[in-house]
């Protein structure tokens, strides 16, 4: 039963367009949103998070989405460049120090 | 800080065998957290500790499975005996004691059970 899922796999995008990358999840105790991203042989590595008190969070080229209704976020990255090929897991933690919960993952691929 | 460090990188074993992962934390985190990533499943929560006791196992899959912390620096994971549904990357993680911090992961252990 996944309480946090990315139901795009993969997902293909020209360098220089924007990626939108999506994630909903289950648990309306969720009040915290991070994304993480994960190169081949390497540990996953923080990229930006959101509170549930907020509905957008920017950091330079990445923009976090939140839509608490729908129980939805999304990752936008803009411009897209070939570094950011890699894969993208969306987590989310209930209040207080509790684990991550992570989604599936989605490997994005930026074509030059 | 050298970030949390997690060996082997790489294990492969027989099936049936012992095998143990090994993680050190960041230096003063409070929690550390044992994570397994398959493409079934994803990134899935095995167990973790919080000053070095484990406060949530329920994510371990069988009683194959076992984790320690002796101390604030070091933890295992033991998987005994091994199967080969086992092989997966194994990441150790660890937090600061602060709400909404982001969790710290090592570079992993990808374990190939034959």
């Known amino acids: 039963d996944q309480q946090v899922k990315q139901n795009s796999p993969s997902l293909s995008v020209q360098e220089g367009r924007i990626s939108i990358l999506n994630c909903d999840y289950t648990?309306?105790?969720?009040?915290?949103f991070l994304w993480y991203k994960k190169y081949p042989a390497e540990g996953p590595t923080f990229l930006i998070s959101?509170?549930?008190?907020?509905d957008k969070n920017e950091d330079g080229r990445f923009t976090v989405f939140l839509n608490k209704s729908a129980k939805h976020l999304s990752l936008h990255i803009v411009p897209s460049q070939p570094g950011d090929s890699a894969v993208y897991f969306c987590a989310a933690r209930y209040s207080g120090n509790t684990p991550l919960v992570f989604g599936k993952g989605t490997r994005l691929s930026v074509i030059a | 800080d050298a970030g949390v460090i997690q060996s082997p990188r790489h294990e492969v074993t027989e099936m049936g065998q012992e095998v143990t992962l090994r993680c050190k934390p960041i230096s003063g985190h409070d929690y550390l957290f044992w994570y397994r990533q398959t493409m079934m499943r994803g990134l899935e929560l095995l167990i973790y500790?919080?000053?070095?006791?484990?406060?949530?196992d329920s994510g371990m899959p069988e009683d194959r499975f076992s984790a320690k912390m002796p101390n604030a620096s070091f933890s295992t994971l033991k998987i005994q005996p091994s199967e080969p549904r086992d092989s997966a990357v194994y990441f150790c993680?660890?937090?600061?004691?602060?709400?909404?911090?982001?969790?710290?992961f090592g570079q992993g252990t990808r374990l190939t059970v034959v």
């Open positions: 959101i509170s549930s008190i907020k």
């Open positions: 993680a660890s937090s600061p004691g602060n709400i909404r911090t982001e969790a710290f």
């Open positions: 500790f919080n000053n070095n006791v484990p406060i949530d």
């Open positions: 648990n309306s105790m969720f009040d915290y």
